[in-house]
Structure formats: C-alpha cells, structure tokens
C-alpha cells in the first residue's frame, strides 16, 4: 500500500481554507486513510499554520455525545486544535466570507492553570489543574464538500475548526456541578437545544481528561493557560448573515455570536 503523504494532504486541505472552497473527501481519493495518518495529516496541517505566524491557544474535542459517536460508529471522542486566529473578540461577529458552510454549537470550555498530560489523567486531576470554566460557542467549518465526511476525514480537517467565542462568566472548576450545569441554545431567539454538562460522555472533566491521555500516547500535553472546548452538548446549526446565536448557561451567563456578511 503506498504511504499516505500527510503533508501534502495538510496543504491540500489549508488551500481549501484559503480558497474558501470545498474540496473532495480525502477518503474518496485513497483506498484506505487510517486514524492514525489522520492524526499525522492534522498534526502537519498544524504546522503549517504555525509556519503561517499563528500561534496554538488550546484543544478540543469532537464527537463528545453518546448520539454523535453512535451516528459515527466510534467509541471515544477526537481531538483537534484551538489556533489564536480563530478566537473571535468580544463582539462575537463572525465574518462568513472567511467561511464555506459554518455551522454553530455550544460548548463547555476549561481554562488551564496548569499543565495536564497522560497518561492516567482523571475528572479529578482535570478539575485540580483547571482554573476556571466557562460556556462558550464553537463555529465549525468542515472544508469538504456538502459537509459530508467520515471520521478520518474530519480528524484529518482539525476536526472542523474554525471560530471560537468565549464567555465571560467564569466559575471555580469545583463551584458547581458541571454534569447538572444547564445549557439553553437559541437561534434567532428561538429555543434550538437545551442540555446539562452530562452530555458530554457524563461528564466534561472526563472528557478533558481523555484529550489529555490521548496527547500522552504522543508525548504532547495540555499547557497551563489553555482554552479547551471539552465539546458540544447539543447539535450543530447553520450560521447565515445576520443569524443571531447565544448559548445560555446556568453558572456561566450567556455567550452570543452573529454571523456577518
């Protein structure tokens, strides 16, 4: 079988970013991609955006609901990257001509105090090295056409990240209880999704911990001063000129975003 040449993928995937454009399935190119050449195309597409001046403000996690990993056929999350470019300010406006096909969700987001690696890194040891956490809302972009992928793919694509808002509503990791902590998500106005923290695989800290154990296997960790999406609790929804999105937590306040253009 001919080696899968992850650089050369990672360029073809950023062209795509650059172009604005969708671009054909990796797995519908190759007999076979691998979760791991995945990871490999990821981690190279993350160097070329480092090359680019950018700069890693964090991690996330992708298909951290029982529901998505079931329609997915998988039995753990997958991991990508936060890039500083793609943390929006506090106006929440997000420039859909920089966009293909944005999509947008809520998210629980833990800020590091401390550095985290694994392997064996618990719930506990997450909310021990956590120094706050907040509600959020992720914008997801896949780069391929008609949003259609598979899980290769999306791991591939930095599991389709594009923009990130960040409240402002910080909490104690241990001041509330993150599996009981609500989210009400409205578009328009209008009630799209509600949810508790236990959505997310039981619990969110768990979550975290995995990405953490997941980066140990590699030799990488969580950094101190990281922003980490531990993952949406709801479904994603389209985001179109004016659509107006705000997720609104129980401990956290509500974050909004509205898409421009």
Known sequence: MTPVDHAAWASYLLAGVDD????????????????????????????????????????????????????????????GWVLESSVLDGSGEVELGELIHPRCEPEFVFVLGEDLGGPGVTGGDVLDATESVTGGIEVIDSRYEAFSFTLPDVIADNTSAARVAIGSGAIGPRDADLTTLGCVFEVDGEVAATATGAALLGDPASCVAMLANHLGKHGQSLQAGWTILAGAPTDAKPLGAGTRARARYSHFGSVSIVGKG
């Open 20 to 79: 604005r454009s969708a671009v054909t399935a990796i797995t519908k190119q190759l007999d076979e991609l691998s979760i791991d050449d995945a990871y490999a195309i990821q981690a190279a597409l993350l160097e070329l955006h480092l090359g680019r001046g950018d700069t890693v403000a964090g991690a996330k996690l992708g298909l951290t609901s029982a529901a998505k990993q079931e329609q997915m056929g998988v039995t753990e999350p997958v991991y």
